[in-house]
C-alpha cells in the first residue's frame, strides 16, 4: 500500500500526519515506509515553522522513536534554512510596508499642495 500525502497547510493536517505515521509504525513493529518517511521529509522542507514544530511535537510525544528518522545534520540545517527565510520573509514584507508608508506620506503631501493651490485659485 502506498500512501501519498498532501501538503501541509496547517498544523491539524501535519499533527493528522504524525498520527498517522505513529499508527503505521506501531502496526508494523516499530517501522515505517522508507517512501513515507522520504514523503514527509519533503513536506517538511517546505512547511512553515509552526507546522514543523506541531508534527515534531507529536511524534516526540507519543513515537518518539520515529523523530530520529527525520532528525541529522540535514535536518538541522533546513531548520536552519527555514529560519533564516522566515526572517529574510519578515526583511521583505517591513520593506513594502515602509515603501507603501513612503508612497501614502508622499500621497497625503501632494493632497495638501493641491488643496492649498485650489484654494489660492478660488479664493
Known amino acids: 500500500m502506498v500512501i501519498i500525502p498532501h501538503e501541509w ?3 491539524t493536517k501535519a499533527i493528522d500526519a504524525a498520527q498517522t505515521l ?3 509504525a506501531k502496526d508494523n513493529e516499530g517501522n515505517a ?3 513515507l518517511i522520504a514523503a514527509y521529509t519533503e ?4 512547511a512553515r515553522p509552526a507546522i514543523t514544530a506541531s508534527f515534531f511535537d507529536y511524534l516526540h510525544k507519543n513515537c ?7 532528525v541529522g545534520p540535514a535536518a538541522e540545517w ?7 527565510i522566515a526572517l529574510n520573509e519578515a526583511e521583505d514584507m517591513q520593506q513594502q510596508i515602509t515603501k507603501l508608508w513612503e508612497a501614502v506620506t508622499d500621497l497625503r503631501r501632494d ?5 492649498q ?3 489660492a485659485f478660488s479664493g
Open 9 to 11: 497547510t496547517t498544523k
Open 22 to 24: 505513529c499508527q503505521i
Open 33 to 35: 515506509p522508507h517512501e
Open 43 to 46: 513536506m517538511l522542507a517546505t
Open 64 to 70: 518518539p522513536a520515529l523523530v530520529s528518522r527525520f
Open 78 to 84: 533546513r531548520h536552519d534554512a527555514k529560519h533564516d
Open 111 to 115: 493632497v495638501d499642495e493641491l488643496k
Open 117 to 119: 493651490k485650489w484654494r
